[in-house]
């Protein structure tokens, strides 16, 4: 792409770049005030909150989420310096600092006033996507009169480089186990589980899916599970199943020998992969006799950071091919007023 012609025939109608994400504690002293944050106005029992408080001190009371938000917005400097269009990168957070208010008011007073925004959420759903548009809302309303635009990047996990790069990370944790066993190793595909009310409202199973089959296809695997983890929900309410260790101990019980456990509804290694599945499904699996790899998240791998830069581009040059692959296309960029509803009743 000729970084001279983006720059002079076609002048983006966007100023900066936002990244939108769900935010983390940087300290032990601010993992409660964070939960608080994310847990409010849920029918979240006080225990779980601070069991999920444990999760954290157990890493020091830091989350991984900031350097990791921070080494993409590293990466996508560069190539943005590199390509085009030449933006300047904002990060709010949802749930803490640098909160969204914060960092709109900031994008105010340095001039910007239309800006895209990456939100780190593939799929479809209240707390991956509507919830995140509704947080902008309340940002620039805060805000006033001189908050910037904001309009989201679409959602991509049916897009090529998106399945290219979550497939190389699969590749590479099949590639941990010998060749004498990887033949019969399971491949188990997790997601953060949601509500069953919430997941009627949107799209989140169906594009998961979709998601696992593509990734599946292209490393010529037919066999393939799609479960859910880190569910946080009152027992009574139903959430999506089945949960990764009761799968863990369905795959012993039928023999297996070797897992490869892929992290597909998360973009890095966050929190809830290290602990959920790094410490207490690896733990399940050595009193199992069951050998797990976990594969790594996209994070900054280079083919998702061309893919975010694509999505970019096509919302700055009109024209541009928008590319998808399966049986879904690509998905919209303006959400219908009636997508990923919450399915809470007032």
């Known amino acids: ?19 939108v994400s769900f935010g983390g504690p940087d300290r032990p002293a601010d993992v409660v005030a964070f939960l608080e944050n994310v847990l409010r106005g849920r029918n979240v029992p006080r225990e779980r909150m601070h069991e999920v408080a444990e999760h ?3 890493f020091g009371g830091r989350s991984p989420l900031n350097e990791q938000n921070l080494a993409l917005i590293g990466a996508l400097k560069a190539r943005l310096a590199a390509a085009g269009p030449h933006l300047p990168i904002y990060w709010g957070n949802r749930n803490w600092h640098p909160l969204l208010p914060a960092t709109l008011r900031q994008m105010a007073d340095d001039g ?17 996507c509507r919830q995140y ?25 049916n897009h090529p480089l ?14 941990q186990i010998s060749l004498d066993r990887r033949r019969a190793a399971r491949l188990i595909f997790t997601a953060h ?26 490393e010529g695997i037919s066999d393939w599970r799609l479960v859910y983890q880190s569910r946080s929900g009152p027992p009574a309410q139903p959430w999506l199943g089945p949960d990764i260790l009761e799968e863990l101990r369905q ?34 699996c050595g009193e199992l006799g069951l050998n797990m790899i976990r594969a790594a998240t996209v994070g900054t791998h280079p083919k998702f950071v061309e893919m975010i ?10 024209g541009t091919p928008r590319r998808a692959i399966g049986q879904f296309g690509p998905d919209y960029d303006d959400c219908p007023a009636d997508c990923c509803l919450s399915g809470r009743t007032k």
């Open 309 to 318: 830069h694509e999505l970019i581009v096509e919302r700055v040059l009109p």
């Open 133 to 157: 548009l509704e947080n902008i809302a309340a940002a620039q309303a805060e805000v006033g009169s001189q908050a910037p635009q904001v309009e989201k990047l679409r959602l991509f996990y």
């Open 251 to 284: 795959q012993a019980s039928a023999g297996a020998l070797d897992v490869v456990v892929a992290p597909v509804g998360f973009l890095s290694d966050h929190l809830e992969v290290l602990y959920d599945l790094d410490t207490e499904a690896q733990r399940l």
């Open 162 to 175: 998106f399945i290219e790069a979550t497939a190389d990370r699969v590749r590479a944790a099949l590639g």
């Open 193 to 218: 589980s949601i509500p069953q009310v919430m997941a009627d409202h949107c799209r989140y199973q169906a594009q998961l899916g979709e998601t696992c089959r593509l990734v599946a296809t292209e």
């Open 112 to 128: 910007v006033r239309r800006a895209l925004a990456l939100v780190t959420s593939a799929y479809a759903s209240y707390s991956g």
């Open 1 to 19: 792409m000729n970084n001279r012609r983006m720059q002079q025939d076609h002048l983006p109608p966007y100023d900066a770049l936002l990244l």
């Open 56 to 58: 954290y001190y157990h």
